[in-house]
């Protein structure tokens, strides 16, 4: 009933920045959290930021300080804006939602949408 769909994904140098934008359409009107995971190869999923419809921001903390959450509720756009990249930031973000309150947990949200791919090198 929600589909999301992730833009702005690329290749980026270290110390650059990047801008993720997620837009979610259908039964929009069910979804009070959204959020950001990111997966590197070989490894767990990992919460990145979450954040309701305008408040209530949360952020892992090897991105805390880097990066800023942010949504537009009336547009149902939700946005990642990465500065200050690092090789670490390397993998697949994945933008989800759900009916909870803000979590960096997966089991947290029951729609995802299909990643989008994040490379950072010098």
């Known amino acids: 009933q929600v589909q999301l769909v992730e833009s702005g994904g690329g290749s980026a140098q270290i110390g650059g920045s990047l801008t993720l934008s997620c837009a979610a359409s259908g039964n929009t009107d069910s979804i009070r959290t959204m959020a950001w995971f990111r997966q590197a190869p070989g490894k767990e999923r990992e919460g990145v930021a979450s954040i309701e419809t305008d408040v209530r921001p949360k952020y892992s903390d090897s991105v805390k300080g880097r990066f800023t959450i942010s949504r537009d509720s009336a547009k149902n756009i939700l946005y990642l804006q990465m500065a200050y990249l690092v090789v670490e930031d390397t993998a697949m973000y994945y933008c989800?939602?759900?009916?909870?309150?803000?979590?960096?947990?997966?089991?947290?949200?029951?729609?995802w949408g299909q990643g989008t791919q994040v490379t950072v090198s010098a």
């Open positions: 989800a939602a759900g009916p909870n309150l803000p979590s960096l947990r997966t089991a947290a949200y029951n729609y």
